[in-house]
Each structure stands twice: as structure tokens, then as C-alpha cells.
């Protein structure tokens, strides 16, 4: 594997160990006090969200034509964002949740193992797997930021 696909190892390995530690349900118990106080959410949560909001920067590149000549470049730092993304998650929660909660942890997850199935890394040029890959990845995006717009109503809306 070549050094600009280090992100699926990265990816592969922060994921296993996220669900990981949530099946054996090992705990960092510094962090996990952490995670109680409301101030230590807010802020972790805006950060995460922050994080999941400049995962679509890489979308007007690929739409723009003067901004073309970056498409490599945002691509690659869309790619290594990603990989990170169990840690980003892991430092906000270390719990999948309940509910709605628990649907946005798992549409979160998979959006982020579709993503280290990209095409690229599928080694397909099938324009059914290309184009049926993006649809999906698009839409579990589109549904991540929707539910975590819902998330930050409801927090603030019950405080």
C-alpha cells in the first residue's frame, strides 16, 4: 500500500479499536470523568461538530472549476480528517448513545467505514460502484449533519 493510502490503515485501526473498547467496554476513566461535565461537552461537541462541518469543504472544490487545480490536495485532507474520526468522536463520547443518538453514532460509523471503502481503495473503476458509493456517502453525510443539527437542539433545548 503506498504512503497516500496511510489513512485506511489509520482509519482501519482507530475504528477497530473504538468499537473495540465499547464491546469490552474498556474505559478511560480520566476521560470518561470528563465527559460528564456539561462545559467539557459543549466543547468537545462544537469541536466535533466544527469537524464533521469541514469534511464538506471538499465538496465546492470538486464543484468549482478555478479551484480544480486543489482537488488533489483537499481530497487528501478530507481523507486523513476522516481516518481521524473515531478519535475526534472517542474524545466527545466514548458511548454509541440510546435512540436517536445511538442511529446517529451508527449512521456516523458507517458513513466513516464507507468512506475506507472508497473506489480508490476498492480498486473499481465500475461507474455503478463510483456512482453508488458517492450517492450513499453523500447521503450519510447529509444525514450526519442533519442529526447532529437535531443533537445541539436538544441539548440546548432541554438545558
Avoid: C
Wanted: aromatic share 20%.
Amino acid at each position: 500500500m503506498s504512503n497516500n493510502k496511510g489513512y485506511i490503515i489509520v482509519g482501519w485501526i482507530l475504528l477497530t479499536l473504538y468499537l473495540g473498547q465499547h464491546l469490552l467496554d474498556i474505559r478511560w476513566e480520566y476521560l470518561e470523568s470528563l465527559q460528564t461535565g456539561e462545559m467539557f461537552n459543549r466543547w468537545t461537541g462544537l469541536a466535533l461538530g466544527i469537524y464533521i462541518l469541514s469534511q464538506w469543504f471538499l465538496t465546492p472544490v470538486r464543484l468549482n472549476k478555478m479551484l480544480e487545480k486543489n482537488n488533489q490536495l483537499f481530497t487528501t485532507i478530507h481523507k486523513w480528517m476522516g481516518a481521524i474520526a473515531p478519535l475526534v468522536f472517542y474524545i466527545h463520547t466514548m458511548y454509541l448513545g440510546y435512540a436517536y443518538l445511538f442511529f446517529l453514532s451508527i449512521t456516523f460509523f458507517s458513513n466513516y467505514a464507507l468512506g475506507l471503502l472508497n473506489p480508490e481503495v476498492i480498486k473499481t473503476k465500475a461507474n455503478w460502484y463510483l456512482q453508488g458509493w458517492m450517492i450513499a456517502h453523500v447521503a450519510f453525510s447529509l444525514l450526519i449533519s442533519m442529526l447532529m443539527i437535531y443533537h445541539v437542539w436538544m441539548v440546548f433545548y432541554y438545558e
